[in-house]
């Protein structure tokens, strides 16, 4: 399957786990992928594989919780491809605290990174999207914990809460602009960012009880929905939050 020949998308969070996952997926369905984090070489890493591949990328340093970093890392898109299809909003952090400990440092930076950092990066996007008429299609990384609550995650909760709630108010005012905007929401994911978790047997064992499917998922398996969404075989889905996790929220 190629979905995305002569298409430019711009992922972020792309050094690591989903994020270099899907960028690998769209790179491998065609399209030139500029693969964005804070961390350089990580995305260099990323790029470079997709470009071993046989595919295109360019790697991008960009903090998304930096207004001028994300309009560098679109003039950087630009300069290379001269224009963006497809914005996959994957940079997030994660931290656990007690609500009653929770501290102002966490909470400041989980927002800044999971909630503000989409809206940047969404708002730069869209208006280059809107301005040159391009049926340009945004995901975003949202969560099972943008759905439900979970207990020592309170700033997490919350950023990925106002995700979907973005995503919704993002695809009524850019559904017009032929925009599509959608959200992914994953359970338990085996990356760098939830691996002291599921390599831990006691705690794994504990929490496989809540998943049908009895098991947590891949990267690859995120990518997938994700590409699923940037792609026109999604062409009349929009303001929709795709759960990606083994059944666990059907009980
Ligand atoms: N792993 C899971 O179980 C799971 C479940 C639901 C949702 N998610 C979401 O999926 C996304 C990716 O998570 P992951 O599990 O692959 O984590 P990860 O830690 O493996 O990857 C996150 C990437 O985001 C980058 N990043 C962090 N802050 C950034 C910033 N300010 N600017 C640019 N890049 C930044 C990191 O450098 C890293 O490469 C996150 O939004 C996360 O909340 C993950």
């Known amino acids: 399957m190629r979905r995305f020949e002569n298409q430019v998308a711009i992922v972020t969070g792309a050094a690591g786990g989903i994020g270099a996952a899907t960028a690998a997926r769209l790179g491998r369905e065609g399209a030139a992928v500029v693969a964005a984090d804070r961390n350089a070489g990580g995305a260099e890493a990323t790029a470079s594989a997709i470009r071993d591949q046989g595919g295109d990328a360019l790697a991008v340093q960009a903090d998304v919780t930096d207004r001028a970093a994300v309009e560098a890392m679109l003039a950087a898109a630009l300069a290379r491809y001269g224009t963006v299809h497809v914005l996959a909003n994957i940079a997030g952090i994660a931290h656990g605290e007690p609500f009653l400990q929770a501290s102002d440092e966490w909470w400041d930076k989980t927002l800044a990174v999971n909630l503000t950092g989409v809206f940047y990066c969404s708002q730069v996007i869209a208006r280059h999207m809107v301005a040159h008429q391009i049926a340009g299609r945004i995901v975003n990384l949202a969560s099972t914990n943008g759905l439900v609550g979970e207990a020592s995650l309170a700033h997490y909760n919350a950023s990925k809460f106002g995700v979907v709630g973005l995503t919704m108010t993002m695809a009524i005012e850019l559904g017009p602009h032929n925009i599509r905007v959608n959200s992914v929401c994953p359970g338990l994911i085996k990356t760098p960012l ?27 398996e995120v990518a997938a929905a994700v590409a699923y969404l940037a792609s026109e075989d999604s062409g009349f889905i929009t303001g929709a939050q795709l759960v990606i996790d083994g ?5």
């Open 247 to 251: 059944g666990q929220l059907t009980f």
């Open 194 to 220: 939830t691996q002291r978790s599921y390599t831990n047997p006691v705690w794994a064992a504990e929490y496989a009880k809540k998943i049908p499917m009895n098991r947590f998922g891949e990267p690859e």
